[in-house]
């Protein structure tokens, strides 16, 4: 349901939400086509959910070690998204690979932000992997999530120089300030899209 013709965002968190923390500065400006609705962590007491507390946005834990398996888990997310009803789901650093049973669920609704310039360096270690291979640049993708992990369309790229002397810390530290212009960026796109 839109609020005023924003687009309604969920937004899941495993951690301390500086990705989370972007889309609720982009969000709070009246001019963003978006407002976040709910905040989900699969970790409870995380940073992330203080940082939306703060800003009175709903938020929810919801333990995936309480659950027997991914799908029980991932039926649990989905019903408490569904009493929010969102337009786009946002992973803001949410540590779990969803099964096709949730994507399928929720088809063309969840994007994510991942720290390489896909489809170049998909899944984990990609700044230690850029460095290991000599890499000139690297950056951050926002893309829509599909079954096949980290392989959905593309919605925004920002690009950053690799530097003499980059240890894999410092170049997602790098990377880490870009992603925080990409997510709204992207969030602002799809909103524009939809809002023809």
Known sequence: MRLSGKLSLAVLISGRGSNLQALIDACEDPGFPAAIKIVVSNRPAVYGLERAQNHNIPVQAIDHKQYSSRETFEDALSDALERHAPD??????????LTPHFIRRWEG????IHPSLLPAYK?????ARVLADGGAESGCSVHYVTAELDSGPVIVQRRVPVLPGDTPDILAA??????????????????????G
Request: glycine content about 4%; hydrophobic content about 45%.
């Open 123 to 127: 899944g984990v270690d990609t700044h």
């Open 109 to 112: 609704k969840i994007i994510n």
């Open 174 to 195: 790098r990377i880490l300030e870009q992603e925080h212009i990409a997510y709204p960026e992207a969030v602002r796109r799809i909103a524009e899209t939809m809002n």
């Open 88 to 97: 786009l789901i946002c992973l803001a650093g949410f540590m779990r690979v």
